[in-house]
């Protein structure tokens, strides 16, 4: 075997070696491997905000942008003295030690093992249990508009000032936005989700039209603001960091004045450097004046004592105390009618409702899953044509160690007549179908450095 193609990188006083450099990571945009590496290089200081004395989880796009990822939490059994590790704990209860960057060597050294976005705890290695950073991460639904997503981050930007924390927007890279809130580190990351989650109230309170903090997909619209987001073990893209998206889209901080006209796909791989050279970082000073939950955890308690408690968590987390049913609405309403008197009976021979929400496809490539709705709606094409665009949920679902896609679809907008029953999904991949949980623990990590 012949040996692997590098190029050394020399920054922050170190050579770095970026094997593969020509491996097209970007084949639309045609941007390499190489072409990542020297972009971080150029926007370290920037990127570095984001991400330095944090804890991160390697998403590894070892076949580029448009490959499968996976998700990485160890850090490589093998890696440089240089590079720095940090044990946590999870949800679960087991452990791993994840890596901490705190200099440009150390970020292309994870770029080099294919990681294309930069994905931080909102923790720093020397305090793990106390965020410094609530994040509002704002998702739109399918048919929402760019214009809405500004909309309610401007409503973010006011709830939040009005609680007394500085809110600091930047583009998600893809379709939505995120806003940040530096704090002090006095609070858990239940405090810090209750926060957020008061925050997803409010701004749903002020603009019900457009905003939405309904966990369930079946019952939302218009923006999602994702409170679950700050749960513990959650992350999210940094600034500067560059989506896997066709064009290389960046994750680009902005000044307030500028979310109302600014234009997500403007800010690419190509255009960021220039963009920081020229302007500097819009989010150079979040790091200077840490804010106090204490006026969110506030509305919080006013919110609970009108009769808001807690929302649903994500479905691996223990369940909460006062949390409600983690079941979907549209199941909880079928079994509460399966069990009024008079309810028909299995066998009855009577009709019995068909839920409004069905899965399709489950595949470990979206492609896939697309192609198997398709199948769906030449199936069912009379059902098909009802559908709205918020009708049909593609869901990213985390496996293992990669994401996988699950489609479902919202039948509401069919009468309950004409529904078509809810058939085996088509494919139907299963992640878990031949995990061996006894294997895990004693499974040592898979590395690829020469992705």
Known sequence: MGKVPQTLLEVAGREVAITNPDKVFFPRAGHTKLDLARYYAAVADGALRGIKGRPIVLKRYVNGAEGEPFFQKRAPEQHPEWVETVELSFPSGRTAREIVVRDAAQLLWIVNLGCIDLNPHPVRADDLEHPDELRVDLDPGPGTSWDDVRRVALTVRDVLGEHELRGWPKTSGSRGIHVYARIARRWTFDQVRRATLAVAREVERRAPEMATSKWWKEERHGVF????????????????????????????????????DCDPAAFTLLTAPARLAERGDASAAIDADPGSLDRLLELSATQ??????DAPWPPHYKKQQDEPPRVMPSRRKRASAAAAPGAAKP????????????????????????????????????????????????DSMRGRSSTWTRIRLNLRHVPERDRPAEEPPDPDYDPWRDFDPERRESRAPKTRSSS
């Not at 066998?347 to 896939?368: C, E, F, W, Y």
């Open 304 to 309: 609970e004592a009108a009769g808001l408690g």
């Open 347 to 394: 066998g009855s021979g009577r009709r019995q409702s068909t839920q409004p929400l069905i899965t399709v496809a489950k595949a470990q490539h979206k492609d896939d899953a697309l192609a198997g709705l398709e199948r769906w709606k030449s199936r069912h094409p009379e059902a098909a044509a009802l559908l709205q665009a918020d009708d049909i949920l593609v």
């Open 225 to 260: 603001i994702d409170y679950n987001q700050n749960a513990k073990d959650r992350t999210v893209a940094s600034a500067w960091s560059v989506r896997p998206t066709p064009d290389a889209r960046v994750s680009m901080p902005l000044e307030w004045d500028e979310v109302a």
